[in-house]
């Protein structure tokens, strides 16, 4: 069935460190992946989306890259500052032409000053 | 309303009882999912309208869940015969038409059965 499987579940780094969270998914035919960030007792909300026919984007500290072959995505966040701690939650959207949306466990981020 | 709007926030409901959660999507948006979510874990997706349609209903955990949509807004989760491993945080997003794009959070419905 369906799955997007998220490592790690959580991330411990320094201020201005770079932090790597790496995301799986079982769908060949997905086409849109994008990443949510939660802070605590707060709503999930988007922060980078990228489109399977797309490689990479980047949005200031953030960036996602997409291998679809290994079916295979990741995010990065360069100078990583105390507010970036939060949840990570990768998404993969399935095919079937039911735009079912699947999330994967989630990465705890803490970034200590 | 500006944003998705769920009620009630918190309800705290006695084992075997019956609860209804209500979402009210952002104004337009035709797309209505359901998610789950226990303490400390991720989204369980529980079932996505189009409009008044839920082509996939199979993140429902059991028969004792439901949810229906009328007139293509409000939609109402409901839950038969509470259990206890029922108690989460249920969270309802909506996207406006088209295949890809931002989902809009409410704030979510906690649920905790005794």
């Known amino acids: 069935g369906e799955n997007v499987e998220q490592h790690p579940s959580t991330l411990s780094v320094q201020e201005g460190d770079s932090a790597v969270i790496k995301c799986t998914y079982s769908d060949s035919a997905s086409n849109y992946f994008p990443w949510y960030k939660q802070e605590l007792g707060k709503r999930p909300q988007l922060i980078i989306d990228i489109r399977s026919n797309v490689g990479e984007k980047k949005d200031q500290r953030i960036a996602v890259t997409l291998n679809k072959t290994a079916k295979h995505f990741s995010l990065h966040i360069t100078e990583t500052q105390p507010e970036d701690s939060a949840v990570y939650f990768c998404a993969a959207q399935f095919s079937g032409g039911y735009n079912k949306l699947i999330f994967g466990a989630g990465t705890r981020l803490a970034v200590h000053p | 309303g500006a944003g998705v709007s769920q009620s009630p926030s918190n309800k705290v409901t006695e084992k075997g009882k019956d609860v209804e959660l209500r979402c009210d999507p952002i104004s337009g948006h035709t797309a209505l999912y359901w998610y789950r979510q226990s303490l400390g874990q991720g989204l369980e997706f529980l079932i996505y309208?189009?409009?008044?349609?839920?082509?996939?209903k199979s993140g429902l955990p059991s028969d004792r869940f439901s949810a229906e949509r009328t007139g293509g807004s409000v939609s109402t989760l409901t839950i038969q015969r509470t259990q206890q491993e029922d108690s989460a945080v249920y969270l309802c997003?909506?996207?406006?038409?088209?295949?890809?794009?931002?989902?809009?959070f409410g704030e979510g419905s906690r649920l905790t059965v005794l």
């Open positions: 309208f189009q409009g008044n349609s839920a082509p996939d």
């Open positions: 997003a909506s996207r406006p038409q088209g295949e890809v794009g931002e989902l809009f």
